[in-house]
């Protein structure tokens, strides 16, 4: 299941790529050399990325993030290196702010969520697995992270949904939407599978 869980993580980093952030030489010299320094880290923290340094891109793009919180390339970059980081709790709000307030492609970008909340749910499903067959491991913990995972994969299920719309590859998303779909009703005990309010059994409803 290592093996599984690594490639499944390393397939979605590969399918991201980052977006560039465009350097306008306009207005006062002040303005120019701010535009510079940005766009320097974003080109930095993209080479970085493409070499494996994800920590790296990480600290570039949290640099460039703290000078302008409100650029949603920048934002969108360190969601995306967040993301390959593994660190699923920190990309979901910058995503989630870009679905609600930025200009960019709302459907990619709810795609994208979708997809770190299913890299998240992965994570705790594995973290799980892991625990269930550790003698020492503490058992008192496996039903919450199983919640947690599940939850993960509902609010993926419903994040790929939100996109399909505005999708050229919707066929794609709803195929993984019918996985996720079976994945979650496998795992769930019978009482789960027929509660009308589950994510799960509604996939159409939002919560």
Known sequence: ????????????????????????????????????????????????????????????????????????NTTYNLAIAYQTQGSYDKAIPLLKQLVEKSQLDKAQVQKTLGITYEAKADQLAFKVSEAESDPKADKAKIPQMKAEAQEAYELAIESYQQAMPGLKNAAEVEKQIEALQARLKKSQTPAEASNPGSAAANPQESP
């Open 1 to 72: 299941m290592t093996q599984s869980f690594s490639k499944g993580v390393k397939a979605i980093v590969l399918s991201m790529t980052l977006m560039y952030l465009s350097l306008a030489l306009t207005g006062c010299q002040q303005n120019v050399v701010y535009q510079r320094s940005m766009a320097e880290l974003n080109e930095k923290a993209q080479a970085l990325m493409a070499a494996g340094d994800i920590d790296g891109a990480v600290s570039r793009l949290e640099a460039a993030h703290d000078l302008q919180p409100d650029e949603p």
